[in-house]
């Protein structure tokens, strides 16, 4: 299965951030066999404080800062106090 470069890019970071994400939607049944055309990607993360954290780290590296502090959990416990 083929993604566009910018999703294989953003998957990576996410791997390499240690985010636990599912791949869900058209391009996880396309990954059994069934392909159907899309143009999203749809990604399902684990909603812990603690993924918050790496999500918020990833989407950060990938060039989204004014997201990432928006993101929930973007703010370390000790910044917050």
Same mark, same amino acid.
């Given at each position: 299965?083929? !993604? ?5 890019? @953003? ?10 994400? !599912? ?17 999203? !990607? ?21 060039? @989204? ?17």
């Amino acid at each position: 299965m083929e !993604l566009q470069t910018e999703w294989n890019e @953003f998957l990576s970071v996410l791997k390499r951030h240690g985010v636990r994400f !599912l791949l869900v939607g058209a391009h996880a049944v396309a990954a059994h066999g069934r392909p159907r055309f899309t143009q999203n !990607l749809d990604v399902l993360v684990e909603p812990t404080l603690a993924n918050a954290h790496r999500v918020a780290a990833a989407i950060r590296e990938f060039g @989204f800062s004014e997201t990432a502090r928006d993101w929930p959990g973007s703010r370390s416990p000790i910044a917050s106090r």
